[in-house]
């Protein structure tokens, strides 16, 4: 199984951007896939999950309303649309294939190897 991120780098604050993120190996469209960030001295946490139909999607207190998860079952891609970012925002940020629904990072079974994404104020 691979996961693989795109589209990280760096932009100022109130700026935009758009991670992808290409699936191979796996039943794509049989998982729950997952965003999470890792910023330097904290835990990892969930920014968004999608349900394998696209219907049930979640989103973390702090990205919601800026930051919108999609997914193409057709293409093994799931995304994630970055809008009004803050230097909070500044992290790693992973890709996450599970079969559960969950929110812990401990319920997913696979992993990309993430791409950093830099918010400059």
């Known amino acids: 199984v691979q996961l693989v991120e795109s589209g990280g780098g760096l932009v100022q604050a109130g700026g935009s951007l758009r991670l992808s993120c290409a699936a191979s190996g796996l039943t794509f469209s049989s998982y729950t896939m997952g965003w999470f960030r890792q910023a330097p001295g904290k835990e990892r946490e969930i920014v968004a999950n999608?349900?394998?139909?696209?219907?049930?999607?979640y989103y973390g207190g702090s990205v919601k309303g800026r930051f919108t998860i999609s997914r193409d079952n057709a293409k093994n891609t799931v995304s994630l649309q970055m809008n009004s970012l803050k230097p909070d925002d500044t992290a790693v940020y992973y890709c996450?294939?599970?079969?559960?629904?969950?929110?812990?990072?401990?319920?997913?079974?696979?992993w990309g190897q993430g791409t950093q994404v830099t918010v400059s104020s």
């Open positions: 996450a294939a599970g079969t559960s629904i969950g929110l812990s990072q401990y319920e997913y079974d696979y």
């Open positions: 999608i349900r394998w139909t696209g219907s049930s999607i």
